[in-house]
């Protein structure tokens, strides 16, 4: 009896040894202490992925004019703090059309990487700016989330990045698809994100002059009920006293 549970101790302990290998990493530890870190100008790199025209059509998980919205917000939002930003697409002439209009129309001064490969992490053009750029935090929006956003996320990840992923900035082909997908992207290590908060999360003080008017003409544009509040308040000069 004595030997039959020793032999169960010592299996026990074969398997949970490389559970807690992981957990003691100090890969683990330091990307965890990463992430406690706040998204700021200087640290973040902003890739969207494949925002096309045929991709758009094909989505059910969130409604689509909201896609584009939060997709041209968040792209306006990067040019306000000089964030840098990848635009990249998918057999653009062949089969899934130019990237959103509202997207190229609001930053007209970025290049439009096209490709093949379903995963952008195998296009070394983007990959080079990415490390060239010196950031670790990489924001990635896109469509589809269980692929053109699943993929580069996952190579992203496997290299010692930490990867946030902009949850209404992406979307797929049915809600099961989305949901599945972003639960394995956090299950992987990810953290999902809204394009709102990454905004007031770069803001972070509206003593920041320099930023905080941009900040708040996206809102009116692009924030949907907190942009008509934002509307509202410079209307009736909320915060200053009535002349």
Given at each position: ?243
């Amino acid at each position: 009896m004595k030997k039959t549970l020793f032999a169960l101790m010592l299996g026990l302990s074969a398997a949970t040894a490389p559970v807690a290998a992981l957990a003691q990493s100090p890969a683990a530890d330091s990307r965890q202490a990463g992430y406690v870190q706040p998204l700021t100008a200087d640290n973040s790199l902003l890739l969207l992925v494949d925002l096309q025209d045929m991709f758009g059509m094909t989505i059910s998980s969130i409604d689509q004019t909201n896609l584009v919205n939060n997709a041209a917000g968040i792209a306006k939002a990067a040019k306000v703090f000089n964030v840098p930003t990848i635009l990249a697409s998918a057999n653009a002439k062949s089969f899934a059309g130019p990237v959103f209009q509202q997207v190229t129309q609001a930053r007209p001064d970025l290049q439009v990487y096209d490709r093949t490969a379903i995963n952008v992490w195998q296009d070394r053009r983007v990959v080079d700016l990415i490390k060239q750029s010196g950031r670790k935090k990489i924001i990635i929006g896109g469509l589809w989330t269980a692929s053109c956003v699943m993929l580069p996320a996952l190579s992203a990840l496997g290299e010692g990045y930490e990867v946030y992923i902009l949850s209404d900035v992406t979307g797929d082909i049915t809600p099961d698809s989305q949901n599945n997908a972003m639960q394995r992207l956090v299950q992987a290590g990810a953290t999902p994100i809204n394009w709102v908060a990454l905004m007031l999360e770069w803001q972070q003080d509206w003593s920041r002059k320099a930023t905080a008017g941009g900040v708040l003409q996206i809102a009116r544009d692009h924030g949907a009920a907190w942009g008509m509040g934002a509307s509202y308040a410079g209307a009736m000069k909320v915060g200053s006293e009535a002349k």
